[in-house]
């Protein structure tokens, strides 16, 4: 069973930078959509941002101005670049691919951590 494996979250500050990644643990043949979701605790996993292979970009309002989303399609990554980042901005960050057939692949997370 092929899992995504995200990583380069971690503890920063406000205003700080985190680039996150994610690749998938095994082959994924024609991911069409790559996306990052967010879970705070005790809230709704809600969508970050996606990105089609073609590079067509879609993102939360309030974070498309400090995130941008990007894939490498040669090596079946996704990276979430985070910019300026808030207290708010605190979760658990997942990734998510969806193939040709529409099947779903999901990571374990990875927290990112933004204190005041």
């Known amino acids: 069973q092929v899992q995504l494996v995200e990583s380069g979250g971690g503890l920063v500050q406000a205003g700080e930078s985190l680039r996150l990644s994610c690749a998938p643990s095994?082959?994924?043949?024609?991911?069409?959509?790559m996306a990052w979701y967010r879970q705070a605790p005790g809230k709704q996993r809600d969508l970050v941002a996606t990105?089609?292979?073609?590079?067509?970009?879609n993102y939360a309002d309030s974070m498309k101005d400090r995130f941008t989303i990007s894939r490498d399609n040669a090596k079946n990554m996704v990276y979430l670049q985070m910019n300026d980042l808030k207290p708010e901005d605190t979760a658990l960050y997942y990734c998510?691919?969806?193939?040709?057939?529409?099947?779903?692949?999901w990571g374990q997370g990875t927290q990112v951590t933004v204190s005041s």
């Open positions: 998510k691919m969806t193939d040709w057939r529409t099947k779903a692949y």
């Open positions: 095994g082959s994924i043949s024609i991911i069409v959509t």
């Open positions: 990105i089609t292979r073609g590079g067509v970009t």
